[in-house]
C-alpha cells in the first residue's frame, strides 16, 4: 500500500484542533449550565434538547474529514499487471571481454568503446528487447532478454576482463548461446550483434552463425581494433603484457575473420573506429529487421482505492446532515433512541 499525494496528511492536523474546540466548547457549556442552576432541572425545562445528538453530528463529522483527508492523499493497493502488445526487434548482443579488449588503439579502449556503443543502441530501443552474452574463453548469459533497458544499462557498466578467468575468444560459443537467447515469438526480427577483435579466434564462428541464419537470425560483426594492433596494458602497473619469452603482446585485429562470420551470419560487417560512422551503420541495419508483435507482461502503477473512502466520506456526512440537533417529536417516545 502506498499514497500517490501523502502531502495532504498534513490536513490532519485541524483534527486534534479541532477536538480540543469541541472538549473545550463541552466544558464551558456544562459550566454555564451549573451556573444557571440545577442541571437536572435545566434539562426538564428544555423537554426538545438532545444531548448526544450534538455529540453524535461532531464525531460524524471528524470521521468524514479524516475520510476526506485519506482520499486526497489518493491511497493505492497491489499492482496491475498488463499484458501489452507493441511493434518491437529483439537483439542480443555478445561483448568480448578477452584481455586483448583492454588495449587502447581505440580510446579510450576496445572494451569502454564497445560499452558506449551498446549503451547508445540501448538508448534508442523503444519497444524492442535485448539480451546481454559476455565472452573469452568462454561465454554466459549476462543479462536475459528484457525490456528493462535501465536494468541492461546498469549490468553494462558491471562489465570487465575479469568476468571470465579463461582466456581465449570463443566467438561460436557466444554465437549458440545467444540463439538460445531469443524468445519463441514468431515473426519478429532477431539480431545477434557481436563485438570482438577476433583475437585468438577458437574456431566454429562461420558455422555457428550459419545455424543461425537458419533458424532466421542475423548475426552482425563489429569488429574493433586497429589492423596495426597495439600493446594490451598490464593490470596495476605501467606496463605492457608479455609473453614468456618478455617481448610486448600486441593485439590485431582479425578482420577477415570477422568478415566471414558477418557473411555467413546473413549480417554485415562494421568496422569500429574513433569515429561515431560505426553507430550510424548498425543503427540502418537494425532499422532493416522486420518489426512484428512483441508480447510483454508489464507492471502497471499502483491501483487507486480511494473511490470507497470517498463514498464513506460522503454517507457519513449524509448523516450528520439528516440528524437533527433536537429531539424530534416522531422519537420523542423512543428514550433510547433520543436521548
Known amino acids: 500500500m502506498k499514497f500517490a499525494s501523502p502531502e495532504y496528511f498534513y490536513l490532519l492536523i485541524a483534527v486534534p484542533v479541532l477536538l480540543a474546540v469541541y472538549i473545550y466548547s463541552n466544558y464551558r457549556r456544562n459550566r454555564n449550565l451549573r451556573l444557571y442552576g440545577d442541571v437536572n432541572l435545566l ?18 463529522s471528524l470521521a468524514a474529514l479524516v475520510l476526506i483527508v485519506i482520499t486526497l492523499a489518493r491511497p493505492q493497493f497491489g499492482s496491475k499487471k498488463e499484458t501489452v502488445t507493441r511493434q518491437g526487434i ?9 584481455n586483448s579488449m583492454m588495449a587502447e588503439d581505440i580510446a579510450p579502449n576496445r572494451l569502454e568503446k564497445a560499452k558506449k556503443i551498446i549503451s547508445r543502441l ?38 570487465s576482463p575479469a568476468l571470465i578467468s ?23 526480427g532477431k539480431a545477434i550483434v557481436l563485438i570482438t577483435d577476433g583475437e585468438n579466434h577458437e574456431g566454429g564462428a562461420e558455422e555457428a552463425a550459419k545455424m543461425a ?18 600493446p594490451i596494458p598490464a593490470d596495476g602497473s605501467n ?9 610486448v603482446v600486441v593485439t590485431k585485429l582479425n578482420e577477415e575473420m570477422a568478415q566471414s562470420v558477418a557473411q555467413a551470419g546473413n549480417g554485415a560487417y562494421i568496422r569500429v573506429d574513433n569515429t561515431n560512422t560505426a553507430e550510424k551503420l548498425l543503427d540502418k541495419e537494425i532499422d532493416k529487421l522486420a518489426k512484428a508483435d512483441v508480447t510483454t507482461e508489464v507492471y502497471t502503477e499502483f491501483n487507486e ?13 449524509v448523516i450528520e446532515a439528516l440528524i437533527l440537533t433536537g429531539k424530534s417529536r416522531f422519537t420523542r417516545g423512543f428514550k433510547l433512541f433520543d436521548k
Open 90 to 98: 529483439e537483439v542480443v548482443i555478445a561483448l568480448d571481454i578477452s
Open 305 to 317: 482505492q480511494f473511490e470507497f473512502i470517498a463514498w464513506l466520506a460522503f454517507i457519513l456526512l
Open 213 to 230: 541464419t537458419e533458424k532466421g537470425m542475423n548475426v552482425y560483426v563489429m569488429g574493433i581494433g586497429s589492423l596495426e594492433g597495439a
Open 166 to 188: 579463461r582466456q581465449g575468444t570463443d566467438i561460436g560459443g557466444a554465437i549458440s548461446l545467444a540463439m538460445k537467447s531469443f524468445t519463441s515469438t514468431e515473426g519478429v
Open 122 to 159: 540501448i538508448d534508442k530501443f523503444e519497444n524492442d528487447k535485448v539480451g546481454l552474452i559476455v565472452f573469452a574463453g568462454d561465454a554466459f548469459v549476462q543479462l536475459p532478454i528484457t525490456n528493462d533497458f535501465i536494468s541492461a544499462k546498469m549490468f553494462l557498466e558491471t562489465i
Open 239 to 247: 606496463d605492457y603484457r608479455r609473453d614468456k619469452e618478455g617481448n
Open 43 to 60: 434539562k426538564s425545562l428544555m423537554p426538545d434538547v438532545s444531548v448526544y445528538r450534538p455529540g453524535l453530528k461532531f464525531w460524524l
